[in-house]
């Protein structure tokens, strides 16, 4: 009987551990809450486009409202915008009569006077200078000088009697020709002098341009 008893424990035992190992070769059961998902990357792509709503995207570059602001500066006055005339109220002195040019703006813009006016006598508005041009009287500075419309400015001319020069071939002239400071086109003063058509007498001399 006890041999019996032996013999049913092991058959008991067998059995156990028979299912113990049958148990350990099956799968194992997954975690509970744990996702068979393979695990994604918490890092962004690169390749990601910038789209129009990106600041960089929509910056737009604005005019500097001094850029856009500038004004062109008054061009140089020419013959065409300007009248001429003589003051002769200045007098004279030793055989020489002082008379002021005065050029006024005629146009409908402003313009920058500055400088020298070329003069001659001549026979007339289209003829050709007699004698030496004046000579440049360099004691009085010069100035730029802005005319607006109907503005003047005057330079002084000096005039010497032909008479004085002993050598002089005298020619009647009807007049001033008047050449604007950088202009090569002129005014003409009807104004009568005795010229000297020979060359090296010079009976003018004229200052650079002042504001009235």
């Not at 890092?43 to 850029?67: G, I, W």
């Not at 020619?171 to 202009?183: C, E, F, H, K, T």
Request: glycine share 8%; net charge negative.
């Amino acid at each position: 009987m006890w041999t019996q008893r032996i013999k049913t424990g092991l058959v008991t035992t067998t059995a156990a551990a028979a299912l113990l190992l049958l148990a350990a070769c099956g799968p194992s059961p997954s975690p509970s809450g744990t996702s068979s998902a393979p695990p994604t990357s918490s890092t962004p792509s690169a390749s990601v486009p910038a789209t129009s709503s990106s600041p960089s995207a929509t910056a737009t570059t604005t005019p500097s409202p001094s850029a856009s602001a500038t004004s062109a500066a008054p061009e140089l006055c020419k013959a065409a915008s300007l009248s001429a005339t003589t003051d002769a109220t200045g007098g004279g002195a030793a055989g020489s009569i002082y008379e002021k040019l005065i050029l006024t703006n005629s146009g409908t813009a402003p313009c920058i006077l500055e400088g020298f006016a070329g003069v001659s006598l001549t026979a007339d508005a289209n003829g050709e200078p007699i004698g030496e041009p004046a000579t440049r009287e360099t004691t009085t500075p010069v100035t730029k000088i802005e005319l607006v419309p109907g503005k003047s400015a005057w330079a002084e001319i000096r005039y010497t009697q032909a008479g004085n020069y002993g050598d002089c071939t005298k020619v009647p002239a009807a007049g001033l020709r008047i050449y604007p400071p950088n202009d090569t086109a002129s005014l003409f003063i009807p104004e009568p002098h005795d010229a000297c058509s020979n060359a090296g007498i010079k009976l003018l001399t004229i200052t650079a341009f002042q504001a009235v």
